[in-house]
């Protein structure tokens, strides 16, 4: 790979009011992006780094759950939330609370995320077909973020499927409203995480919008996949989403990069079983219980552990570790001499899925215009998502 390839210098990312000096951002991750894992990875490199998707019914319900979804350190900053909503007027009660008590310095709204409990629903990935919906949910969020001048951006995929695309339409949209920034994931719904990322899209989007901020997301796994993005694309900076599971020190790889830097963080097996245990601590903190911080954690073992020599067995124990004393215990019997493996680590991380057909209302596609029956349906869209 040659010099160019591994570093560039890319200026900050400004979203309204606020300077990100690094232009990185921590995708929102359900189960993962805790506040513990938020400072793991803060403590590796500068950036954005975002909460848990919540649901805007759940805040304005002010639901126990949604409130420690949207808690952050007393260091933490920015703050920056992620909302997730299908009616303009949850979106705004959400937005305005969040704006009120000075819970947040940014709000980014969800319209990426393709789980088919979602889309069925008529949100998340589903919901800019619906282009007078969209439209009343942003400028309604802007309009309350403005309120004390916190920036507002939206994620978004390319569309539903092949033939539904709707990202550049949504994208002036947003941008025609008022919004700080726009995140493209470079699939659509119907791709879920599988095959590659259509950075071409993003591209595209990057020209047709040269006025807002534009950010990258899709099949970024290292710091080279992060620059290379940039040259292509001449995005204002990069969403990370899967590439960090089990790798915190990816944004610090990131930061090095963006700074004219190829020194890389390769740890070896003992500083991985360093940082899983630190990653089970601050869980532990985090949720002031050690039962549900050590069940957190096991998700995380595969991927941490992903290209290590670790035995079945053990990695088996540690998926189903009943407290901190027992994690250290397997930890240990660990071999503390490997060293990083390389390529083995690299590549894609978590399931990545196949190609489906998205679940949908009953004729959503129909019309790009809101109908009486779907709107009705949309009232209990948030019941049953996460964030509650």
């Not at 920056?80 to 009616?87: H, L, R």
């Not at 303009?88 to 995320?113: P, Q, S, T, W």
């Not at 911080?293 to 995380?300: D, M, Q, S, T, V």
Request: with cysteine; net charge negative; glycine share 10%.
């Amino acid at each position: 790979m040659t010099e160019q390839a591994t570093h560039l210098k890319l200026p900050p990312l400004q979203l309204g009011k606020l300077t990100i000096d690094n232009p990185v951002v921590l995708a929102p991750m359900a189960g993962v992006t805790n506040k513990a894992f938020r400072r793991l990875c803060r403590e590796y490199g500068g950036g954005l780094y975002v909460t848990e998707m919540v649901t805007a019914r759940a805040l304005v319900e002010r639901r126990p759950e949604s409130l420690r979804i949207i808690d952050h350190d007393p260091d933490e900053t920015p703050r920056s939330i992620q909302i997730y909503g299908v009616d303009a007027v949850n979106v705004g009660k959400a937005v305005r609370m969040v704006v009120e008590e000075d819970r947040a310095d940014h709000i980014d709204l969800n319209f990426g995320c393709p789980a088919p409990k979602v889309t069925k629903r008529g949100g998340g990935a589903a919901l800019p077909w619906k282009t007078d919906l969209f439209t009343a949910i942003v400028q309604t969020a802007v309009k309350e973020a403005s309120r004390n001048d916190i920036p507002l951006t939206i994620k978004m995929r390319m569309g539903i499927d092949d033939e539904h695309i709707t990202y550049l339409e949504s994208a002036k949209i947003a941008r025609d409203s008022g919004v700080a920034a726009i995140a493209l994931h470079g699939r659509t719904a119907a791709q879920h995480y599988s095959g590659h990322a259509n950075w071409d899209a993003i591209a595209t989007l990057r020209e047709a919008i040269p006025d807002v901020p534009i950010l990258g997301n899709g099949d970024i796994f290292a710091a080279e996949d992060a620059v290379r993005m940039v040259e292509q694309t001449g995005v204002d900076g990069v969403v990370i989403g899967r590439g960090c599971m089990g790798r915190p020190w990816l944004f610090g790889d990131l930061q090095n990069a963006f700074e004219g830097s190829s020194e890389r963080i390769r740890p070896s097996l003992s500083e991985v079983a360093a940082m899983i245990y630190r990653h089970a601590e601050l869980l532990v903190e985090a949720f002031g219980d050690e039962t549900r911080g050590l069940r957190e954690i096991r998700k995380h073992v595969a991927w941490y552990f992903k290209g290590y020599p670790v035995g079945g067995e053990l990695r088996a124990k540690m998926a189903n570790v009943p407290d901190l004393a027992t994690f250290r215990e397997l930890l240990a019997q660990l071999d503390h001499s490997v060293q990083y493996p390389g390529a083995a680590v690299e590549g894609s991380r978590g399931r990545a899925g196949s190609p489906k057909k998205p679940h949908l209302p009953d004729g959503w596609l129909d019309s790009r215009i809101l109908g009486d029956a779907e709107r009705l349906g949309l009232v209990e869209a948030e019941l049953d998502i996460s964030g509650g």
